[in-house]
């Protein structure tokens, strides 16, 4: 411990403690904008300077620690004209355009300009132009960038991938996407954690909220929207809303508001996607020798993507299953639109994202199952919702809850997991237990995978009776999958099922969630999607009753369907239910194939199944479907 002074405050505090945090204790805080704990520590914005007695220089507070005797002062005269001309500086290479900037209001820039009195700037003007592939769901404006680094350090450090360097020199220095490529050459994963670290509006999403306002104006347009596990804990985080009032019928009541015609909740493709991965997995689990392992989950679009750039040799261990959003937008558009007689070409689906990558995921060209169009229309971030929720001055205290609508709004407490590190892999454990014995187990049985704390990981074995020891591991951040990836491929790490979430504690720390700058509220929104499992009265995805009367009619479509005169056996397909039906059927590929077809005839139509039988008939399971996954 030393002895010191900051503004005639005395303290002691230890040795290591850097002066940013010795102020902050002494309750002087210390305005920072480069600075990021464990991320960013390298003094570049100069706007944490304070002055200590005996020094001939100001010192960062950032990056110098305290020593004993040392007398602080963060705001002294000499402190305050040289913050003043360090933001002068920065501003003057800055695009001050604030009432058009889609970080108005939330932007550390414009505070500590506000805070620091800055009103004019004697210094001459220059900004750097914005040249940028505005297709791409990750936008860099140039002329906002001040140069913190931030994204370089979070890209390297947390993610391992490089995306982000140092371009230039001198005053003209920048940051740029590293080697000289563009963000379409590189291997960026779109997890958007650049995004939620830069101070400024730099690096932003693409906006489509256009798109979305021209769907809800044309008359002739179904607009429908899914929303996922972690925006409902999020979303209000932006507009400063209680807790007590951002509840998700809430939410529903909101988005009902602003005009979409069906509001469904993404949960209950979460609990389709258990289906096929825990069906899959036993699948994989019992035929060990023709498959690689271990078993991969692929409900991350980020951590896919990473995956097939940088370790395309484990492409096979993924999971079949396409993302629980993906699956949503191809039941939409084919099983919804029949029960409801509409075109599915006059859908359009909306999907409201924790993720950057979603956006990107949507517009792939496999991603396009159902009728030819894409699956899912739109996407749009949580801030992206936010900014829509200000644009039609709704008061959200005055809107009524409102349920989700049905056949696609009914979900279980496994599914709203999957928005947190650890959800994904306890929903599937809790259905392919099920699935090999006959019964549930307890829904806390696996809670050894869960509250996964970011850079630790979690693995843990557990015994299914019939299957004996399964070995799995949970993650997040695509720095520690890396990590865990080699541990695989070098022997040293042997497991049969792994999760991975590209964002730092899954879908909560999401790219596209809202900002508030140094503020991690990871932790607190994974805490709430569990207490949502726990108060569920419905926690086992195979219990989803609107998932077994999904699988219950489409086996009867199917059983009800003529066998074709080809001697190859041709898959279910949909019913001629509607007007366009038969356009439909021939553009239409095969729904529910493969894990779920015969996960179909092994649940509900055998009062006694014998699982082993099940198995063998599914290891043959050849054909792409709705609901699984093409390359990437």
Known sequence: MVNITIDGVKLSVPSSLTILKAAEIAGHPVPSLCYWEGINEIGACRMCIVEVEGYDHLLPACIDTVAEGMVIHTNSPRVRQARRTNLQLILSQHNCDCPTCMRNGNCQLQRIAFEQGVL?????????????????????????????????????????????DVAGTGSRVTVDVSYNRTIREADCAFCGQCVTHCPTAALHERDDTEKVLDALADPDTITVVQVAPAVRVAWAEELGID????????????????????????????????????????????????????????CCPGWVRFLK??????????????????????????????????????????????????????????????????????????????????????????????????????????????????????AALRTAYHMITGFNPDADDFEEVRDVQFGEGREATFEIPGAGSVKVAVISGLGNARKLLNAIKSGKARYDFVEVMACPGGCVGGGGQPILDGIDLNVYRGAALWKIDRDMDIRFSHENPDILDLYRTLSRQTNERESPPSPAHRPPRLADATPHGRRLNEKCEPIFTGFAFFELSFKFHRNIANAVGFLLIARHRKSQTLINRRCI
């Open 120 to 164: 004019s700037n004697p210094f001459p003007k220059y900004i750097e132009p914005f040249d940028w592939d505005l297709t791409s769901p990750l936008i860099r404006d140039a002329s906002k960038c001040i140069k913190c680094m931030r994204c370089i350090q979070v890209c390297d450090k947390i993610q391992s991938l490089n995306i982000w």
């Open 243 to 298: 807790s007590d009032i951002f509840s998700t019928p809430k939410m529903v009541g909101v988005l009902k508001q602003i005009g979409f015609d069906y509001v469904f909740d993404t949960n209950f493709a979460a609990d389709l996607t258990i289906m096929e991965e825990a069906s899959e997995f036993i699948e994989r689990f019992t035929h060990r020798d023709q498959y690689k392992w271990p078993m991969f989950t692929s």
């Open 309 to 426: 750039s940088n370790f395309p040799e484990m492409t096979d261990n993924l999971s079949t299953a396409k993302s629980p959003q993906q699956m949503f937008g191809a039941i939409c558009k084919s099983y919804f639109a029949q029960s409801i007689g509409a075109d599915p070409h006059k859908i359009c689906m909306v999907s409201i994202m924790p993720c950057l990558a979603k956006k990107e995921e949507c517009a792939l060209e496999p991603m396009r199952d159902a009728c030819g169009d894409p699956d899912v229309d739109i996407v749009l971030t949580t801030r992206e919702f936010t900014r829509m929720v200000r644009a039609d001055h709704i008061l959200i205290d005055e809107i009524p809850n409102t349920d989700f609508d049905h056949p696609l709004g009914t979900s279980t407490g496994a599914a709203a997991i999957f928005g947190t590190t650890g959800g994904v892999m306890d």
